[in-house]
Structures are given as C-alpha cells and as structure tokens.
C-alpha cells in the first residue's frame, strides 16, 4: 500500500492534505474526540463558543492558557515534517489544517491553511488589535493594550464562521485537487469535513491515514491504518527511493 500511494503522490498534478488533531497527538497535543479526547473532558459549550466567552472569559480563557502552554511546550513530530519535505520537494501544494497550534510551520511548512484559526493569536473584542503570544497571557481574561477591550483567542468557536479568505482558498484548492491525503481527522466537523468529498466528487484520489475508521473512510481510496508519525515518514521515503534520492 505504501509504494502504491508513493507511486499515486509522485503522479500527482496537484496535491493537497487536511490535517486534524491526529497529526499532532504523537507531539503531546491532545485531540477532541475518542476516549482521551477533551471533548470527553469538557463541554465544547462551556469553552469554545461565543455564549461561553459572553458569560465566563475567566473560566475560557484558563482552559485556552492550558493549551496555548501546551502548544509551545510541543515540538513537531515526524509526521509535521514529512508534509514539510514534500511541499519542499514541490509535490505538496496546499497544506489545510483543522489545528490551531503551529507544528506545521515549525517543521517547514509555509503553504498553508488554518481552518480554524491559531491559537497563539490574540484579537481584540473591539478594534483592530491583534498579537502573536510566545506566552500564556499573564493577566487573565487578558486586555487590549489599545483600548482595554477584552482580547479573545484567534480561534474559531463552534457557531462561528471559517475566516472567509481561508475557506475560499481552502475550498478553491479541493476543487484544483487530484489527491487529497487526509491525515488524522475523524472528519466530523464541517466545512472542514467536506473538501474529501469535494475531491472525491471530480472523480480524484483520496489518501487517508488514520488509526481508526473515520467519516472520511468510506469515500478513501487509500486508507492507511496507522499513527501518522510513523507512516508519513515511510511514504517520504518510498518516494525519495523512487527517484532516486537515497
Ligand atoms: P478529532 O479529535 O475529532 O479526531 C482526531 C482523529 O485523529 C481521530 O480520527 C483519531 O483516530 C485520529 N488519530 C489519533 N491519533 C492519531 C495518530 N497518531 N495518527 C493518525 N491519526 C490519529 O480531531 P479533528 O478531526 O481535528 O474544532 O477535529 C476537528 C475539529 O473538532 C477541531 O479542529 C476542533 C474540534 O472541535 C474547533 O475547535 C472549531
């Protein structure tokens, strides 16, 4: 299956990947679904929507410190930067992502999309301020500097809408696709959860890595069973021995 795929990835016109939460869960980042997911932890209601930010910034913006620290405590796994070594070796085009941490961007990636948003982003509630964190805040909730507003974090909330610049270009790139490769998402979550289908729907290849069975599966042409870290690497390498990079 591996050297088929790298055979499917080096043919390839143009393609495009969607990450989820799965790529970064061998970096130490918890995902949102399944039995340690957080989403079996916390109610997404009571942190990641709108009303809960209106009715306790404290409370949401704790769980967001949590994380942010989280995320900068993580470092890139091998599956961050296999991605990275094939949008290096022009075969990736367009990197979307579900997550909101950077480990892409430090493994080398610069063709990217973030669906929903970044979490080491603060914007204010109020004007045009915006900031990248290489901290949790320290005040918390934390302020404006401009104009003392409350800051949220640059991230999209349940009920919310995808940034419209990173949708269309998202969904502008399902349409140029010819392989999708599909890296840990359950594929539950929509928009996001369309662009395979999208791909599929022209009639091209879906690739999916995943340890388990997911939304994206029935439509996979592909579907490799599997941790990300160990089979993205594998497939890297099967390309580079097929043009002779070793
Ligand atoms: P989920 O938590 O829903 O799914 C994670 C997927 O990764 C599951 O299908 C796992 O089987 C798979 N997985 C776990 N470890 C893996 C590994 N080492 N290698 C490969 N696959 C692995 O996460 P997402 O699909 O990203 O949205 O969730 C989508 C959105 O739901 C998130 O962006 C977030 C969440 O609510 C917002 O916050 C708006």
């Not at 393609?15 to 130490?28: K, N």
């Not at 769980?63 to 995320?71: F, K, T």
């Not at 080398?108 to 929903?116: P, Q, R, T």
């Not at 995808?162 to 140029?176: D, G, H, K, N």
């Amino acid at each position: 299956m591996i050297e088929k795929v790298a055979e499917v990835i080096l043919k390839s016109r143009h393609l495009i990947a969607l990450t989820g939460a799965g790529i970064s869960a061998e970096s130490g980042i918890p995902t949102f679904r399944g039995p340690k997911g957080l989403w079996k932890r916390y109610r997404p209601e009571d942190l990641a929507t709108p009303e809960a930010f209106a009715r306790n910034p404290k409370l949401v913006w704790e769980w967001y410190a949590w994380r942010i620290n989280l995320v900068l405590n993580a470092k890139p796994n091998p599956a961050h930067y296999a991605l990275a070594e094939l949008e290096k070796m022009n075969l990736l085009k367009m990197l979307i992502t579900q997550n909101v941490d950077d480990l892409h961007e430090r493994a080398g990636s610069k063709k990217i999309v973030h669906l929903h948003g970044e979490i080491l982003k603060v914007v204010c509630t109020r004007c045009e301020y915006e900031a990248r964190l290489n901290a949790p805040p320290k005040e918390i909730p934390p302020k404006c500097p401009v104009c003392q507003a409350l800051l949220r974090p640059g991230v999209v909330w349940f009920g919310e809408p995808i940034p419209p610049a990173a949708l269309s270009l998202a969904f502008s790139e399902a349409e140029m696709a010819d392989v999708i490769l599909v890296v840990g998402t359950s594929g539950v979550v929509m928009p996001a959860g369309q662009i395979p289908y999208i791909v599929k729907s022209h009639g091209d290849i879906v690739i999916e890595i995943n340890i388990q069975e997911s939304a994206i599966t029935p439509i996979a042409d592909f579907f490799i069973k599997g941790r990300a870290g160990e089979i993205l690497p594998r497939i890297v390498d099967e390309i580079k021995r097929k043009i002779g990079c070793f």
